[in-house]
């Protein structure tokens, strides 16, 4: 089991950069399959990124290629999401979601776990 926590949100510009973190605390991390999910006001929580706990691969909603990048520290337990190009439709609510051993998911009810969530607003 793991509990996670984001971290790294907050308000800026269109156009500036936000850099998310999610701790874990639990055993075996390294064997997660780790994801960002967001959700903003009267939508649907949608997926982010999300990078494998083997092989390395990664996978990005096309609103976000290109500007997001997603990582792990295996030896510090955390996840993180680098938000480049902010745009003010990149405003939600932005959860972290983990896996145990998944495979490449972007569907969030494969995933098991996730924060609380961490707001991100991009003013215009």
């Not at 691969?57 to 997001?68: E, L, N, P, Q």
């Amino acid at each position: 089991q793991v509990q996670l926590v984001e971290s790294g949100g907050g308000l800026v510009e269109a156009g500036g950069s936000l850099t998310l973190s999610c701790a874990a605390s639990g055993h075996s991390f390294e064997r997660y399959s780790m994801a960002w999910f967001r959700q903003a006001p009267g939508k649907e929580r949608e997926f982010v990124a999300t990078t494998q706990w083997s092989y390395g691969r990664i996978a990005y909603a096309d609103s976000v290629k290109g500007r997001f990048t997603i990582s792990r520290d295996n030896a510090k337990n955390t996840a993180y999401l680098q938000m480049n190009s902010l745009k003010p439709e990149d405003t939600a609510v932005y959860y972290c979601a983990a896996d145990f051993m998944g495979a490449l998911r972007t569907t969030a009810n494969h995933y098991n776990y996730w924060g609380q969530g961490t707001q991100v607003t991009v003013s215009s």
